[in-house]
């Protein structure tokens, strides 16, 4: 693993890359709003695709990198994202077909820009249908904007909502809540079986 910073029109994020050996596809990880590249179900997808043959980059937003708590508005999330997907496409992980994705905030800045950093396919994990208890601010029009194949992986009493299954988007329930700890090897499970039918290259699970 290695880390790099990465300018971008926010200030500079951080970039952790796992490089999978003869990779044939590249996986881009944001961050939730309340954690950082460490969570448990980020660990869980990246060595499920790195064991697939898909090198892994997990993403620290600018403000994370600074120390601060409260992200930015989603226009400047957004334009960091597309900032590192850009350097990232021009260097390390150049002439690989792109899964963009994150947990959380993450896999929303991830659905937003899918289309901008030409993203083969999305993946989701714990993405925030809605806030707590308030089922009519839905945030469904983001997912149903993906053009790509896009996987989300849910937990089944997550507060924040269940998304339905689309024409090109696969939801994978798995045990427990948002932070998608109980049940670490489902959510590998669920990485593991989808990543092939995106990118054909990529190693089939068992």
């Not at 994020?13 to 003869?22: G, I, K, N, P, W």
């Not at 960091?80 to 994150?102: C, D, N, Q, T, Y």
């Not at 029009?141 to 896009?150: K, M, N």
């Not at 489902?186 to 990485?191: K, L, Q, R, S, T």
Request: hydrophobic letters at 45%; proline letters at 8%; charged letters at 20%.
């Amino acid at each position: 693993m290695s880390a790099i910073e990465i300018e971008t029109p926010h200030g500079p994020a951080r970039v952790h890359l796992h490089e999978a050996r003869s990779a044939q596809a590249a996986l881009l990880l944001g961050h939730g709003a309340g954690g950082g590249v460490g969570a448990p179900d980020l660990g869980a997808a990246t060595e499920a695709a790195i064991a697939a043959g898909a090198s892994v980059a997990l993403v620290e937003q600018p403000y994370l990198v600074a120390g601060k708590r409260s992200q930015p508005a989603a226009g400047k999330l957004d334009e960091a994202w597309v900032a590192v997907a850009g350097e990232l496409r021009s260097g390390r992980l150049g002439g690989l077909p792109l899964i963009a994705g994150g947990r959380s905030a993450g896999a929303r800045v991830a659905c937003r820009t899918a289309a901008e950093v030409g993203a083969v396919a999305v993946l989701c994990l714990a993405f925030p249908l809605h806030p707590p208890g308030k089922p009519e601010r839905s945030r469904l029009a983001e997912l149903d904007a993906i053009e790509v194949p896009t996987l989300v992986v849910q937990g089944e009493s997550d507060q924040f909502g269940m998304p339905p299954e689309g024409s090109n988007r696969t939801v994978a329930t798995v045990a427990g809540n948002h932070g998608l700890k109980k049940d670490l090897d489902a959510v590998a499970a669920a990485v593991r079986d989808w990543l092939p039918d995106v990118v054909p290259k990529l190693t089939p699970s068992g």
